[in-house]
């Protein structure tokens, strides 16, 4: 305790001691600034050729995706809708990294965390409608906030009635049929009530 306080003093009576620790405090302030920047940079570049790697959604087909996020919206699921509209950059195309990996499926991607989602033309070719569009965009909102297959396929799985995404409206339609292999694929507990088609326990 006793040299710490004679330290002290020493330091207090000795200008220049303080001007060179103020100095080094500065080079070390610069060094994190710098260093700061360079992430900065580095993670605005990868972002950026993300996008411009990428094409753009064409008009009608951007229309298409505001009514879908509008229904998700409607049906409850506002946390959803909001990271759709203000987080993610809908793509038309693959950018060069998706290119450069394996695909989960023919219908959308989502780059985490940098929130390109890209809407593959299956996602407008084999969609009967906004819902279904709708059921594709709610999994990919899931994975805007970091969560995994699983979850992304149960959590539709298990709210697509919200959505308007039922049985007996769907059960011809492709996607409906991909999805619910999927979601068995991954989360094979929802399916195992014998009593229900496909022995799915969300009916
Ligand atoms: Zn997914």
């Given amino acids: 305790m006793k040299q710490k306080s004679n330290t002290?003093?020493?330091?207090?009576?000795?200008?220049?001691?303080?001007?060179?620790?103020?100095?080094r405090t500065g080079r070390f302030v610069r060094r994190i600034t710098i260093c700061l920047g360079v992430i900065l940079f580095c993670v605005s570049g990868f972002y950026l050729s993300l996008i411009v790697s990428a094409d753009d959604l064409r008009?009608?087909?951007?229309?298409?995706?505001?009514?879908?996020?509008?229904?998700?919206?409607?049906?409850g699921f506002t946390a959803e809708a909001f990271?759709?509209?203000?987080?993610?950059a809908f793509r038309g195309g693959d950018n060069w990294l998706n290119a450069?990996?394996?695909?989960?499926?023919?219908?959308?991607a989502t780059n985490f965390p940098f929130a390109v989602v890209t809407l593959y033309p299956d996602f407008f070719t084999y969609t009967l409608?906004?819902?279904e569009r709708a059921a594709i965009?709610?999994?990919?909102?899931?994975?805007?906030?970091?969560?995994?297959?699983?979850?992304?396929?149960?959590?539709?799985w298990q709210n697509?009635?919200?959505?308007?995404?039922?049985?007996?409206?769907?059960?011809?339609?492709?996607?409906?049929?991909?999805?619910?292999?999927q979601t068995m694929e991954v989360e094979p507990n929802?399916?195992?009530?014998?009593?229900?088609?496909?022995?799915?326990?969300?009916e």
């Fill in 8 to 23: 002290g003093a020493r330091r207090a009576n000795n200008p220049a001691g303080a001007v060179r620790a103020s100095g």
């Fill in 59 to 75: 008009a009608e087909d951007r229309a298409q995706v505001e009514r879908a996020i509008t229904l998700i919206d409607k049906s």
């Fill in 83 to 88: 990271y759709l509209r203000n987080l993610a």
């Fill in 100 to 108: 450069a990996v394996a695909k989960e499926n023919a219908y959308a």
């Fill in 129 to 131: 409608d906004d819902t």
């Fill in 137 to 156: 965009l709610l999994h990919e909102a899931k994975h805007l906030t970091g969560f995994d297959e699983r979850h992304a396929y149960s959590f539709v």
């Fill in 160 to 181: 697509k009635k919200a959505l308007g995404w039922t049985i007996d409206r769907y059960r011809d339609s492709v996607v409906w049929q991909e999805v619910r292999n």
């Fill in 190 to 202: 929802l399916f195992v009530c014998d009593f229900n088609e496909f022995g799915d326990c969300t």
